[in-house]
């Protein structure tokens, strides 16, 4: 029996390489800069006649989690396409710290004649033999992950404990970051805006048109938005004081952060120079208090608060009213506010109290209040005169 192999297309001209190159940091300096690796495989696969320069791929950010790495992705996908035969990298901590990641994907390579050779371990990854390796050097890289990373987490906390902080690439409206501090600059004079508008009970709206006619826009060029006020108002900086690592961080790697983890605040009390002062922020959270009390007994009001929530109540069992988007005849929509525990239908407390057209409701509260029904109804009057309304 003569027995003829017939070589694959691929085999008949030149291996098509291609090198995956990995840094975790953005610092040219650094001993295995990209620069520094890039320069390095085109020379190692410029110089091999039988090799064809297919491309590097690279990324700069932590090897544990794939969806986090376009060029890792770019790799996988052009060598599963058939546009790369060949992949050198580094090592295999380079090619994936996550174990579960690692052997998927150098599977799903090999099944697709792509190979991989990783310098460092000098494995070659459709070596039957070596499966078994990689799944160990797998887990010593995740573990290595893990360490680096609490390592990392432990000598922020030690730093917090000193009263050590950096403000980074953030961004403090009223402040900027010079000689290790948080020093005024020239937009603070918003910030005390906001906060007196807010103390006067000004509405969050009101605060931004307000804001907005003094100047003041973001980077984008827009007005500031609803839920930066929120911020600015509950940002402990703005009275002198830090709170550093005030949530778990995003990018905790193996799972989402939970009450139970090793996780800590620390708060700086005086620690630069203050924009408002104890007066004008106190009263400022006693009307946040006041707001969450409102949002606690009236539910979720979505991230903008109409300016009737936590006044409108019915009267027949004393629930909120809620604001409601219906359909009248013709397919015409409309709002309209219906109790509450009407509206949880048998989950609350049976009321059957009528729903009331919102156009209905206003020009009841004119002709109660005397306002002008012809002008436009005055948000900022009826919040601060009018504690709750009872619709029966």
Known sequence: MRI???????????????????????????????????RYYRALIGGNFDWEFAGIYSDEKSGTKSKNRPGFRRLVSDALAEKIDYIIVKSISRFSRNIVDCQLYLKALVSSGA??????????????????????????AQDESRSISENIKWSYRQRYRRGEYNLGSNR????????????????SKYVRLIFQLYADGISIDGI?????????????????????????????????????????????????????????????????????????WNAAQARLRVEREKSAVVGRRGGRSHFLYGKIFCDECGAPMTRRTLIGSGGVKYKAWMCRERRRGGRGNGCQMRTIRETELLQYLCRELGYDESAEFPKERFWNEVESVRVG
Do not use: M
């Not at 990995?22 to 690796?37: G, H």
């Not at 190979?115 to 010593?140: H, K, Y």
């Not at 550093?244 to 961080?249: A, D, I, N, V």
């Open 208 to 280: 931004r048109r307000a804001v907005a006619a003094e100047g003041y826009l973001t980077r984008g060029g827009r007005p500031v938005s609803w839920s930066n006020i929120l911020y600015i108002l509950q940002n402990e900086a703005y009275r002198g004081d830090r709170r550093l690592q005030k949530r778990p961080p995003k990018d905790w790697l193996y799972s989402r952060p939970s009450e139970r983890d090793d996780y800590e605040s620390f708060y700086l009390s005086n620690d630069h120079e203050a924009i408002v002062d104890d007066a004008l």
């Open 115 to 140: 190979d991989v050779w990783f310098e460092r371990e000098n494995i070659v990854a459709s070596d039957p033999s070596c499966s078994t390796v990689l799944a160990f050097l797998s887990v010593i």
């Open 4 to 38: 003829t192999r017939i070589p694959r297309r691929r085999d008949l001209r030149k291996r098509r390489v291609a090198a995956y190159c990995r840094v975790s940091t953005r610092y040219d300096s650094q001993e295995e800069s990209l620069a520094t690796q890039t």
């Open 172 to 187: 403090v409206l009223g402040y900027d970051w010079s000689n290790g501090a948080l020093v005024p600059n020239a937009d």
